[in-house]
């Protein structure tokens, strides 16, 4: 009995080092440039096209003073968003996250609205392998839709709440089965 409740333990352990981590839908995102630094979380379906994403941009200088505020959601419709302020510029976006390689937004990148008829662009520009080196693009000030506030880009994976879930449970169910005491079976018998 000793031996099979040993040979389990060590499977499971073996499965548990072997893994595949599960594909997050939820990542943390943190920009952190010169004007501005924004806090956000996003949601992906399975393709990574990004469904949702919530946070805040914060006004870091004097010339952004008074510009930051609560995301109030993606962006999803093609062209010129409705509601855009003081600059009529072309916004670029494909709202994909790219989980595989760096980097994780590319030239379209994400494109949500902040504070009250804000835009902003999280967008990385292509030709520089490896850069971690991605623009904040925002409608006001105007002065800085394009390129857009420089800075670095960090973006983790958020563990659901069913992850959480499977790990309590593996965790209980190991301390259950090293923890567990056996009975003395009696021996049978026979008339």
Same mark, same amino acid.
């Given at each position: 009995?000793?031996?099979? /409740?040993?040979?389990? *333990? ?19 995102? *943190?920009? !952190?440039?010169?004007?501005? =630094? ?24 004097? +010339?952004?003073? @008074?510009?930051?505020? /609560?995301?109030?959601?993606?962006? !999803?419709?093609?062209?010129? $968003?409705?509601?855009? @302020?003081?600059?009529?510029? *072309? ?11 760096? $980097?994780?937004? =590319? ?12 835009? @902003? ?15 904040? /693009?925002?409608?006001? $000030?105007?002065? +800085?839709?394009?390129?857009? =506030?420089?800075?670095?880009? /960090? ?5 659901? +709440? ?6 309590? +449970?593996?965790?209980?169910?190991? @301390? ?16």
């Amino acid at each position: 009995m000793k031996f099979r /409740s040993v040979l389990a *333990t060590v499977s499971l352990a073996g499965l548990l080092a072997f893994a595949v981590p599960a594909r997050a839908g939820v990542y943390e995102l *943190t920009f !952190t440039g010169t004007n501005f =630094d924004v806090t956000a979380w996003f949601t992906t379906d399975a393709s990574n096209d990004i469904l949702s994403i919530i946070g805040n941009v914060f006004p870091e200088t004097p +010339l952004t003073a @008074g510009f930051g505020g /609560s995301i109030s959601g993606l962006i !999803t419709q093609a062209g010129t $968003p409705p509601g855009e @302020g003081t600059y009529n510029g *072309t916004w670029n976006y494909d709202d994909v996250y790219n989980t595989s390689n760096n $980097p994780s937004f =590319d030239n379209n990148g994400v494109l949500f609205a902040f504070d009250s008829g804000n835009i @902003g662009n999280i967008y990385s520009v292509p030709g520089v392998p490896g850069s971690n080196t991605y623009y904040l /693009s925002v409608n006001s $000030p105007a002065s +800085l839709y394009n390129p857009g =506030d420089a800075g670095t880009l /960090s973006v983790s994976a958020v563990p659901e +709440l069913s992850t959480w879930a499977m790990m309590v +449970l593996g965790l209980a169910g190991l @301390g259950f089965t090293g923890y567990r005491r056996t009975t003395n079976r009696l021996p049978a018998v026979v008339a």
